[in-house]
């Protein structure tokens, strides 16, 4: 899916948002709806401008450089073309490359949060920090099996001292809680 | 006023203040010396850890980190030519070519110099500044709040680089985010959808900790770039030649504060724009401009110096309008109503304390983050590697159970993982993120000034109001002002096209 495509239906998706939050505002009352009514007309009006200017007009850009407006750019600019190349491959080596990675990629970025969330739902935060933090080190090759079990262990103790002991916060135990407690009353 | 003075200063004598500090600014160097970690991310992973403490304790932990990766961003720059953040790229041009001649200790010991000479600047710019401005601030009711909140944003998006519609889409859905729960007013759940959850509103904290922290570490873990690494040369330079160097050229470090408390006080300007318009003016207003870029340490200098000032710039504006020129800033914000302060008349009237309390720990946290930097800067100049991929599951792991910790619900970790989905898209669609928070900052003030300012001037109190019509026309001049940019532009190249050129 080219790039335009996937900004046009990002657009139209915010689009949708906005035309669903101006429906839902109609049904507040006057003094509730008086800050959220106008504000989704705006949202609405500003992704339809987008959706020209991604399509049409491409090319204009519609950002305002401020050292310009102060009169600082060409001073700015002369320093950039001197150091033209270390800019470029600082640009390349960071920030221009989320365009280029896949679907497939981010979906596995996404399973990774969403496993960590699992594991927390179901273990607990400090088992679940232990497993996660180990197991990500190990399969991805960071560092050896030992020390990934160091780091996530010792990563788990931190968090239960700071959260669970020293700010006084009930640590979640997760679903698998009470069948454990229950495995170990009756071993 | 002196009361104040005195009084912000005796609010940081306590152990717990004094403590957090100390701890807020190791935090920071070490989050700012990992590449892909920012001053942004180093504040939002403390948010959940600032319940319950006393102002001043949390506000140097806060402000303590972000000073922190002011000086640790620069170790990747000029160790490793990688900036560690997008305003460490000036550090690049000189700092890297000091290090190849074995002169890292001294770019190191320069540049934690240089930050804390710029910071203690910027630090009584600003306390120089809040007596002229408090008559100013009193002047000022809920119709010019309103409307100098709706000029913040459209001016952050106008100028921020990137799109004009896509920041000022960003900001709408910011306000969008805070408006879901009860209205304060009405009492009306809006947004809620049924759901019990939703009537307590979208948790700051927690959606700052998706939309830059999950996110970046998503990014992170995308890009599974190897530990970034180097040869190491042997270097006969001293951290003390640094910091004689710093006050040989005391003249270039007062300019470039000058220039940073400027480009502070102004909204959407930072990032690498700031750090090299410092380098430039460095070059314009030096003697032996051809040495620089190749290892003048004076280009370690004048950056560092306008970084360092840019703290106390930055804050003037947040403080005293409640308008936050970028995300650091709003992130202090949230901290900020999270303490139930609320920052504008009232920050400096009654909060006076807190707000001379800020400049002083500008000025200690430079003066800490200085210190601790020259000490560690030999050991940091023998570092062969970094690899920051090691911190990916443990920030994620922070963030998760932080999010969970800030009201003791699974929901919240819910809500994290959304906006964490929410941030990388923004990334990737360059919708700004700053926008968006400062959408969500700005809305109860936006709301709330709204609401007073029907009530007390009517439905025409723009037009009533000459400081509002003002700020208003000013509203109207900045969301124009890139189409009239673009159309004298192409006037311009049709003469020029016309005349042969």
Known sequence: MSRRVQENLISLGLLGIFICLLIASTQYGPRARMVPLPIACI????????????????ADELNVDLMEVVGADRKIAEVEEKFAPVIVEVALQKGQRLASYTFRQELAAYAMVLALVACLLVL???????????GYLSFSKQTTWLKSALIGFSCAAFLYVTFGYSLG????????????GRYIVNF | MLDAIVSGFLALMTLQALMFLFIGVAYGIFIGVMPGLGGVVAMTLLLPFTFGYEVEATLALLLGAHIGTLWGDSVTSILFNVPGAAKGLALVFDGYPMTLQGKGKRALGASAMSVLLGGVIGAIFLAICIPFVRPLILLLGPPEYLMMALWGMTLIAT????????????????VFIALIGMDPVTATPRYTFGSIFLLDGVSFPVAMIGVFAIAEMMKLHLAKDTAISRKLIVDNSTVFEGIRDTFQNWGLVVRSSILGLWIGVLPGVGGSAGGIAAYAQAIQTSKNQEN???GDVRGVIAPEATLGANEGGGLLPTLAFGIPGGDSMALLLIAFMNMGIAPGPAMLTEHLDIVFALVWIIVLGCILTAVMGMAISPLLARMPSLNENLLIPIVLCVCFVGAYATRGRFEDIIVATAFGAIGYLMEKYEYSRANLIIGMVLATVIERSLHVSLTLHGPGFIFTQPIAFVMFSLIVITAVLPFLRKSRNGRAQEILKQGGI
């Open chain 1, 169 to 180: 916060q009930t640590l979640n135990h997760g679903l698998l809680a009470p069948f454990i």
């Open chain 2, 159 to 174: 100028f921020s680089g990137g799109s004009l519609f896509k920041g000022l889409i960003a900001a709408v859905i910011g």
């Open chain 1, 43 to 58: 949202g609405i009006v500003l992704v339809i401008a987008q959706l020209y200017w991604q399509n049409f007009r491409q």
């Open chain 2, 292 to 294: 620089f870029g190749k």
């Open chain 1, 124 to 134: 607990g935060p400090v088992p679940a920090v232990a497993i996660f933090t180990t």
